[in-house]
């Protein structure tokens, strides 16, 4: 038979092939390529939890592979990232790290089952952290979430896709089995449902909708426009990533617009240790950061300074109100050589940069730094003080000399949003778009509603405040007995900690403080030097306020911590009152493994000891439920939730006022 005839047979029994398996007459007919050539940046989040059948697990490999086939991978072409979730979610490769095809494909192959629940909210968060921290900017950035279940807490689902939404990520979900939850998937992926969410009966038949999948997939790249082209100089000089010297055309940075208001003041490192040539990278980082916010006097503002042995204001927050001349402005800014007197600029900044910041709106620092300051003892004592002043402080270091724990001090928290690190100033401008996107979600702060919603009123509103501790209206029926409790891990951080009691004494300085009125203490914990204090230690508010700030009570077990609140606070020997309403408030930044225990112990203050207990989780990691079976209700009334610590100064009003009805 010849070589020519045999070819002739294989193409015919291919063809009959596809009659029988019945595959989707587009395909044939060539409506999509059979490789999307588009450049895009594409992550499989893929279900790893105890609920899949080893086999099923494989068949997700399978379908990955699958839709990979459907893609001209390369550095500048699609780059594929692949992680799973369960418990906690796990990174197998990163975009960009594998640029072929095969490699891809066999690296997929490898990838194995890690077992536990459902943490969906967990492995969105992760993603959007993590899997696209190196996205380029300028291409589609994909998500493909596969899921057979529904998560651990849909509503904190619903809020990370809404986070991953807003950082311009598309996302399609893909539900297998009968116990997906539909809204789920549909809070989850893009808009319109009908074609980002996808369901089927089993993993076997994932193959079914890997063509529709891929097309509309492809179709999303293909009608991305592109970004406009901005040709960004490098004034001086310089061996640049590549070799190529002189000035560059750098690849295009999308400007994406950040258009919540802030006010924001650079402070840009002018020390001797830095090249002529880097510091003007530094600059050139500085105007690339401007185009991707809203410039005008209502809305963003920027500042800028450098620092050396002191500090030099360049102009101020109130000098520009138009990008173009802010960009002008940085061009002529020179190097004022000296020592890092890190401590000095961060002073400076909020001392006289900040002066003139507008009541309610966003203050935003960020330093930029090659080694570490001169004086590091002032420097943190300089930035606690801005952080106190509501000041939301980045902190990017430059080279090998940085002080990695220094620049975690300096910066707000949590520190994986506002630390950055990159090896030298050519490579300042990789982390644009990511110091751009967590600048603009600063102006965001996510206030994990619960019902009613917490409001956040920014303090130019003005508010009268709720009935209650302080209020004169309120006098008669303002007598209870409060305890406050902090439990958990991330707690622990000095900063996490000075958040937390200032929080509690923004709130105990609205009560009337007194033997016939208000009564407040703190929980101990059962370690030597950590006694808390009963109700009936300090009835002056001075007194009580150092009290407060003095404990360094820390209690990583919830269970024992009500425990502790029964039996050595809300008793006789604590100074408790028979005849009040207690009240106990716990800030809980962690979950204990034996939820039934604490729901017991929980149960028992709140029928034999006769407690009101409110509860306030911090994290993501919180759900609702969790917090449900510490609270006296599960309505907005006694449960709270925020994203991190310095989001407890936005529920304060809302908390103040539910207090205040529940004490009457």
């Not at 240790?273 to 809305?299: C, H, N, Y």
């Not at 204001?313 to 990008?323: D, M, R």
């Amino acid at each position: 038979m010849t070589s020519l005839l045999k070819l002739m047979l294989v193409i015919g029994a291919v063809s009959v092939l596809e009659q029988v398996e019945g595959i989707p007459a587009q395909d044939r007919r060539g409506d999509i390529p059979h490789e999307c050539g588009t450049a895009s940046d594409i992550v499989f989040v893929l279900d790893s939890s105890s609920s899949i059948w080893g086999p099923d697990f494989k068949e997700q490999l399978k379908f990955v592979q699958n839709i990979v086939d459907k893609f001209t991978i390369g550095h500048k072409l699609t780059r594929v990232g692949v992680m799973t979730f369960s418990d906690k979610p796990h990174k197998y490769f990163g975009l960009g790290e594998i640029n072929s095809k095969v490699k891809v494909n066999v690296a997929v192959a490898d990838i194995q089952q890690s077992i536990g629940g459902t943490y969906t909210a967990d492995a969105i968060k992760y993603m959007r952290e993590n899997m696209f921290s190196d996205a380029r900017s300028s291409v589609p950035q994909i998500a493909i979430i596969i899921t057979d279940g529904q998560s651990i807490d849909s509503e904190l689902t619903a809020i990370e896709a809404e986070n991953a939404k807003k950082d311009g990520i598309t996302m399609f979900a893909i539900g297998v089995g009968r116990n997906t939850d539909r809204n789920e998937l549909e809070a989850i992926a893009a808009k319109p449902s009908r074609e980002f969410v996808f369901n089927v009966k089993s993993y076997s038949r994932l193959e079914r909708i890997a063509t529709s999948l891929s097309k509309k997939t492809c179709e999303i790249v293909m009608e991305t426009p592109p970004p406009p082209t901005t040709s960004v100089p490098i004034p001086d000089t310089t061996t640049v990533a590549g070799g190529s010297a002189g000035n560059r055309d750098y690849d295009t940075f999308e400007a994406k617009a950040c258009l919540d208001a802030s006010d924001i003041v650079f402070m840009l490192d002018s020390s001797s240790s830095i090249w002529g040539p880097d510091f003007r990278k530094q600059l050139t980082f500085v105007q690339e950061m401007i185009d991707t916010l809203d410039i005008g006097k209502d809305a963003t503002r920027v500042g800028v300074m450098t620092f050396s042995t002191d500090p030099y204001e360049y102009f101020g927050l109130e000098k520009y109100h138009n990008a173009d001349d802010i960009k002008d402005a940085i061009s002529s800014i020179q190097q004022k050589s000296g020592g890092t007197n890190t401590g000095k600029a961060i002073s400076h900044m909020r001392e006289n940069m900040f002066n003139h910041a507008r009541p309610g709106i966003t203050k935003i620092g960020v330093i930029i730094t090659d080694g570490q300051s001169r004086n590091p003892e002032w420097t943190l004592r300089q930035s606690a003080k801005a952080k106190h002043e509501n000041i939301h402080i980045f902190a990017i270091g430059v080279g090998h000399s940085i002080d990695r724990k220094e620049l975690e001090e300096i910066a707000s928290e949590p520190k994986e949003q506002f630390v950055f690190a990159v090896d030298n100033y050519s490579k300042l401008r990789k982390i644009t778009a990511m110091l751009s996107r967590k600048a603009c979600q600063v102006n965001r702060p996510v206030v994990l509603e619960t019902k009613p919603p917490v409001v956040y009123i920014p303090p130019t509103t003005t508010t009268q405040k709720p009935q209650g501790f302080g209020d004169e209206e309120c006098l008669p029926v303002q007598s209870a007995d409060i305890a406050f409790a902090l439990t958990g891990n991330e707690i622990n951080s000095l900063q996490n900690r000075a958040y937390s009691l200032a929080f509690i004494k923004s709130i105990v300085q609205e009560m009337n403080i007194g033997p016939q009125y208000v009564q407040v203490g703190i929980v101990p914990q059962d370690c030597m030097g950590m006694e808390g204090f009963g109700m009936n230690r300090f009835y002056d508010q001075n007194s009580l306020f150092n009290a407060i700030d003095s404990n360094n009570v820390i209690e990583s077990n919830p269970t024992r911590t009500i425990t502790y609140m029964r039996h050595r606070v809300f008793n006789h020997h604590g100074g408790a009152r028979q005849n009040v309403k207690r009240i106990g408030v716990l800030i809980v930044d962690n979950m204990t493994n034996d939820v039934e225990r604490l729901r017991q112990e929980a149960r028992n203050a709140k029928t034999l000891d006769k407690m009101e207990l409110f509860v306030i989780g911090v994290g993501r990691n919180i759900n609702t439920n969790y917090l449900s079976a510490i609270a006296s209700s599960s309505s907005g009334r006694h449960i709270y939730r925020v994203s991190d610590y310095s989001a407890l100064d936005m529920i304060r009003e809302n908390f103040l006022n539910n207090l205040c009805i529940i004490s009457n």
